[in-house]
């Protein structure tokens, strides 16, 4: 399958600080990426959806302006956490696809823990 | 949009035994659908998936039927083993209206444990 890696796996934060996590597809153009927000045995809640060259769309609920998200590229999606306050704290994670209607590969996902 | 129920939250059954997952749907233009398993702090990784246009799929202890008119459709694990243990989750594909692109909805989840 595809491999879509997700960095850094792993960060802390001080409150009012922003945090960038990228999320790469390695070995194929991805039209579209997503992004997740998973808490503790819960379901992954989709926050929004990027295309590469457009604005993302952003699911009911989600700010934008605090979640800031950039497709720069067809490998290359970044999610920005911005004014990181605790309650941001959970579990972040991308996906991506090759195509409509096929399935999605999942980076490893991104533990942002905010002091 | 789409709105996927999935249950039951929580399964535990003995090592040999089956178990099965059972999802909703609510949009009948959803027409991909595929199961995830996660372990804790891992990824999502796809374990099945079955197209609209398809009534079951098996892929060694692993089986998932669809049942479009219903708009439901679930997960069956065979002779369990301990190593199944994990979340899993159902999903479906459905093209967001309007735009060039679908996304994914998922089920709650479930937390399978498959006692030794």
């Known amino acids: 399958g595809a491999v879509v890696s997700q960095h850094p796996s792993r960060v802390i934060c001080k409150s009012g600080t922003s945090v960038k996590i990228e999320c790469r597809s390695l070995d194929f153009q991805a039209t579209t990426m997503f992004w997740y927000r998973q808490f503790p045995k819960q379901s992954l809640m989709l926050m929004a959806t990027s295309n590469e060259g457009s604005k993302a769309t952003y699911e009911q609920g989600v700010e934008k302006d605090k979640f800031l998200i950039n497709h720069a590229s067809l490998t290359l999606s970044t999610l920005t956490v911005t004014s990181a306050h605790p309650e941001d704290s959970s579990f972040y994670i991308c996906?991506?696809?090759?195509?409509?209607?096929?399935?999605?590969?999942f980076g490893q996902g991104t533990r942002l823990t905010v002091v | 949009g789409e709105n996927v129920e999935q249950h039951p939250s929580t399964l535990s059954v003995q090592e040999g035994d089956s178990a099965v997952i059972k999802c909703t749907y609510s949009d009948s233009a959803s027409n991909y659908f595929p199961w995830y398993k996660q372990e804790l702090g891992k990824r999502p990784q796809l374990i099945i998936d079955i197209r609209s246009n398809v009534g079951e799929k098996k892929d060694q202890r692993i089986a998932v039927t669809l049942n479009k008119t219903a708009k439901h459709f679930s997960l069956h694990i065979t002779e369990t083993q301990p190593e199944d243990s994990a979340v899993y989750f159902c999903a479906a594909y459905s093209n967001a209206g309007g735009t060039s692109y679908g996304k994914l909805t998922f089920g709650q989840g479930t937390i399978l444990t498959v006692h030794p």
């Open positions: 996906s991506a696809t090759r195509d409509m209607n096929t399935e999605a590969f």
